[in-house]
């Protein structure tokens, strides 16, 4: 405060505060980054610095600081964090390759289960031994040489002329569409003058990418990368050939559909095609289906139990009533054996590190009753079932069956394919399905459309629809979802006999006019409002559909509704 000729004169603040969510509180210059206050509060943070939340919101490393806030740090052993260096990752490699080998195309297709994306080159000549070594050394100078990561705002038909000069006209033809008169400029990022866009936010610089491999992976390449549980780790490449085979599939169904991006998509819709594209990809599901129920019908001496699992929302409910209904045209009778009616007592039930029931864990299951009433049903016995009363906790008794040589029992379940859960039939007499929703439809040749937001956003309509939760209740439970589905299902999937992928090309423009409304309503000062945005910003790039034409019998009607399966029973 000062004071000149009798007038009190307040001087402007030169510094700001950051309030971080431990308490301790940091003073620097207006506009100084976060970068600069989070490497002074976390020195040796135990897992490398990403990103922070500011007042809720998401905020890149570089954000300058203008006014005093709460912070929160984000790293690489949360989900946020790893969305951005993956970014961040794939952004350094395509500037490496642009600075070695400006003519070649790389895609990033898929994700791996060990850490990493599946990357080729397509019509494209493969990718070399020594290309991809001189491209990992330029990767490192990158890294080394700690270059800034810009972010700059690019005017739309300056960002189209850069595309179609590098022959990227998918991402030309994605952005193409956008409304000129609302947002004429793109946000492109810049690395020693490679600009390309990505859907998401990115690090500050090349010296936070410390962590990636590549290697020669079939006719292409990985990209390798750490996971949340050790983010400075690299796990070793485990081969999957059941995950191969189901991407190379998928792969061939979206050239046969014509459709390999969003834009693609987006065009069938406008062109008032999609009805068309509907009916094929239901055809290639019932197809698929028809396979597996014939595989399961040429083992019939053999097989007695099918079991089925998969993580959640991928579809499991639906896919085991359609392979009911192949089984049934084959002359095999199929019985439900619901694992849920196996429930131990509630207060029997094992408990979390937080001491609340563990429902997902093997061990809430009451293995020895399952394993003696399957035995006894496979073997013609009469079986007074068991019925769990959710509202008690308790078991009560349930119908009494008997099953004839023709059955064959369905188990469909997250334990469906774990090895502890049958053990009184033999392996070779069950027949195990892994179910998923293995999206492999991107935004652009760079940018994915992750596997798990078309699951969250099919949870999200299925549970507002069904049991009357907002989007934000979903989303809060989803991260304990996912690590029960790390710690009981995918360790498990390789026990499959067959994979089958659940996901629909056209899902997600059917999907959006759902969940956008659920979206919105999610409170702006609630902690699942940042990946409201994040999912609503991503759904911006697709054009709606109605449901009209998707059938009655198709997985999305497990998630929107109407399907007429819901009350197809067996016995």
């Known amino acids: 405060m000062a004071e000149i000729a009798g007038i009190r004169v307040t001087q402007p603040r030169q510094d700001v505060q950051v309030t971080l969510t431990d308490g301790r509180v940091f003073e620097g210059p207006i506009g100084a980054p976060l970068e600069a206050f989070l490497s002074v509060a976390f020195p040796d943070p135990p897992a ?65 289960p060990f850490g990493g994306y599946f990357c080729e080159t397509r019509n494209d000549s493969a990718i070399s031994t020594e290309q991809l070594e001189r491209l990992s050394d330029e990767m490192w100078r990158l890294v080394k040489a700690d270059l800034p990561i810009q972010r700059k705002r690019v005017p739309l038909d300056e960002a189209l002329e850069v595309f179609r000069d590098r022959g990227e006209m998918d991402k030309a033809a994605l952005f193409q569409g956008r409304d000129r008169d609302l947002k004429s400029y793109l946000r492109m990022y810049d690395l020693e003058g490679y600009q390309d866009y990505f859907h998401g936010y990115m690090v500050p610089s090349t010296g936070y990418l410390q962590y990636f491999r590549l290697m020669r992976w079939g006719d292409g390449f990985i990209l390798q990368f750490p996971r949340r549980r050790e983010p400075r780790k690299l796990q070793e490449p485990s081969h999957s050939p059941q995950l191969v085979s189901v991407f190379r599939e998928y792969g061939r169904w979206l050239r046969l559909l014509g459709i390999d991006n969003v834009s693609d998509l987006n065009e069938t819709i406008d062109k008032g095609h999609l009805r068309r594209v509907i009916l094929v990809s239901e055809a290639l599901h019932e197809q698929r289906i028809a396979d597996i129920a014939g595989q399961i019908w040429a083992r019939r001496g053999d097989v007695r ?233 991503f759904l911006q790039w697709f054009r709606p559909a109605e449901a009209t034409h998707v059938p009655e019998n198709s997985i999305l009607r497990e998630f929107i509704g109407g399907q007429a399966l819901e009350g197809f029973y067996w016995d």
């Open 305 to 537: 139990l099918v079991a089925i699992a998969g993580p959640s929302s991928s579809g499991k409910t639906t896919f085991s009533r359609r392979l009911a209904v192949q089984l049934l045209a084959r002359g095999l009778r199929p019985f439900a054996l619901e694992l849920d009616n196996y429930f131990v007592d509630r207060e029997l039930t094992p408990k979390d590190e937080n001491g609340d029931y563990n429902f997902e864990a093997l061990e809430a299951v009451d293995l020895d009753l399952f394993n003696r009433d399957l035995q006894s049903l496979l073997r013609g016995d009469v079986v007074q079932m068991p019925r769990f009363n959710f509202h008690t906790g308790k078991r009560e008794a349930g119908d009494v069956v008997q099953l004839g040589p023709d059955h064959i029992v369905i188990i469909e379940g997250i334990h469906g394919l774990n090895p502890r859960l049958v053990v009184t039939i033999p392996w070779e007499r069950t027949f195990r399905v892994f179910v998923s929703a293995l999206t492999q439809m991107n935004l652009d040749r760079h940018n994915r459309v992750p596997t798990t937001d078309t699951r969250l956003i099919r949870r999200i309509v299925r549970d507002a629809r069904t049991r009357g939760y907002s989007a934000m209740e979903t989303i809060a439970r989803w991260e304990s979802v996912r690590r029960g589905e790390k710690a009981y299902i995918f360790p498990n999937q390789e026990y499959a006999d067959v994979f089958f992928n659940s996901a629909l090309v056209y899902e997600l423009a059917v999907l959006k006019p759902f969940v956008e409304p659920l979206l919105l309503q999610v409170s702006p000062d609630s902690p699942q409002r940042v990946e409201s945005k994040r999912l609503l910003a």
């Open 48 to 112: 490398p610095l990403i990103a922070a939340l500011v007042d809720g919101e998401l905020r890149e490393l570089s954000w300058p600081v203008k006014r005093d806030c709460v912070v929160a740090s984000i790293d690489l052993s949360q989900s946020d964090g790893v969305r951005i260096y993956r970014r961040s990752l794939s952004f350094l490699m395509m500037a490496a390759l642009h600075n070695l080998f400006p003519d070649i195309k790389v895609f990033v297709d898929h994700s791996l």
